[in-house]
């Protein structure tokens, strides 16, 4: 697969009459998804946009393979329905993904809008090596890969924490498939923006039928408040959303 580094200096893909003319149906279905994930990617960066000021920062986390330690198909999903219910109690909303941590490949689940402090809690409490973290800035995505200060340690959010190893700010054009990849020198993950725009507008709409004093500054209470404070917020954030039908 030929991949294109990707800068906000996207534009519309110029293709003349004749060009079309002389394409199969495939390449121009190819050329109308390619201009599509441009647009996606795009509007991220738009500030004020309606339909992506609900999406801020985003986690990408595993519970396969406690300890970077292969385990068995059925040990696997059994760690991850775990964690999936860990994450659906406390109010987190994520789709399912594959990514690439520590060496192994391994299922993984996208979270959104999740702090670099609960990430580690849940990495720590099912063994995992490492995680990512993700934040949409102004001009770019940023992403950070954190793992145990001694891989070959328990984690322990003080004699062992997590610390950040990489990080990077560049993206990948996968123009043949629906989204976007990041990849680090220890990471790779894909960028699920295809459903930031439903995703998000459905979250706006949830923050709008909040009372005046829970709207305000809800959106970060739910990223980054603790307790029940932080989990009563996502609950009103989140309603009536589900990516994974579970």
């Not at 986390?61 to 964690?83: C, G, H, R």
């Not at 680090?184 to 960028?191: A, D, E, P, Q, V």
Request: glycine content about 8%; aromatic content about 12%; charged content about 20%.
């Amino acid at each position: 697969m030929n991949h294109n580094k990707i800068n906000l200096n996207m534009s519309l893909i110029e293709v003349s009459e004749q060009d079309i003319k002389n394409m199969t149906l495939s390449a121009v279905t190819e050329i109308i998804n390619r201009q599509r994930n441009i647009n996606n990617a795009q509007n991220v960066f738009i500030k004020g946009k309606p339909g992506y000021n609900g999406i801020t920062h985003f986690g990408v986390i595993t519970a396969e393979n406690p300890d970077s330690t292969k385990a068995s198909v059925s040990d696997n999903k059994k760690y991850q329905s775990m964690l999936a219910k860990s994450l659906k109690s406390g109010h987190y909303i994520w789709v399912w993904q594959k990514g690439h941590f520590g060496g192994n490949d391994e299922h993984s689940m996208f979270v959104f809008n999740i702090s670099v402090d609960a990430l580690a809690y849940y990495s720590g409490k099912y063994q995992q090596t490492s995680f990512i973290y993700g934040e949409l800035q102004e001009n770019c995505v940023h992403s950070e890969y954190w793992e145990k200060q001694d891989a070959s340690q328990p984690y322990h959010s003080k004699f062992n924490p997590y610390v950040k190893k990489d990080e990077c700010s560049e993206w990948l054009d996968a123009s043949d498939e629906e989204d976007y990849s990041v990849i680090g020198k220890r990471f790779k993950y894909t960028i699920p923006f295809s459903i930031f725009s439903d995703l998000s507008e459905s979250i706006i709409n949830n923050l709008n039928t909040l009372n005046e004093n829970d709207r305000k500054g809800a959106l970060n209470i739910g990223l980054n408040g603790v307790g029940s404070n932080g989990w009563r917020y996502r609950g009103l954030l989140y309603k009536g959303i589900n990516l994974t039908n579970e």
